[in-house]
């Protein structure tokens, strides 16, 4: 089965930029769908982007269109999540997710990605 690390997190002024990295291990990651995930204190994890098996099939949460770019280079087993613009409510814990598919039909429901990393730290001061 697939594991997935993230690595990247870290402090930034608002405003700044972060890239997060999302490496995997164990599986032919080509096959998988990718999403990425967060989570604030006190609040519930939620939905941020997700690639399918072609780097040109993504889906976005609307509090970060224009803000985030997700791609993929899959010789290299990785997924990238490119932060720009970065805001204060952006702070949270970031959790790459792989699921099994490469479709991007309900890419949202975390339910759906049994592969988790640990998560990576991200705050953004204001």
């Known amino acids: 089965q697939v594991q997935v690390v993230e690595s990247g997190g870290g402090l930034v002024q608002a405003g700044g930029s972060l890239r997060l990295s999302c490496t995997a291990s164990?599986?032919?990651?080509?096959?998988?769908?990718v999403g990425w995930f967060r989570q604030a204190p006190g609040k519930e994890r939620e939905f941020v982007t997700a690639v399918g098996r072609s780097a040109y099939l993504t889906a976005y949460a609307d509090f970060v269109k224009g803000r985030f770019t997700i791609s993929r280079d899959n010789a290299k087993n990785t997924v990238y999540l490119q932060m720009n613009n970065l805001k204060a409510e952006d702070t949270a814990v970031y959790y790459c997710?792989?699921?099994?598919?490469?479709?991007?039909?309900?890419?949202?429901?975390?339910?759906?990605?049994?592969?988790w990393g640990q998560g990576t730290q991200v705050t953004v001061s204001s």
């Open positions: 164990g599986g032919t990651f080509t096959n998988y769908r």
């Open positions: 997710a792989a699921a099994p598919t490469t479709n991007l039909r309900t890419p949202r429901i975390s339910d759906e990605y049994p592969y």
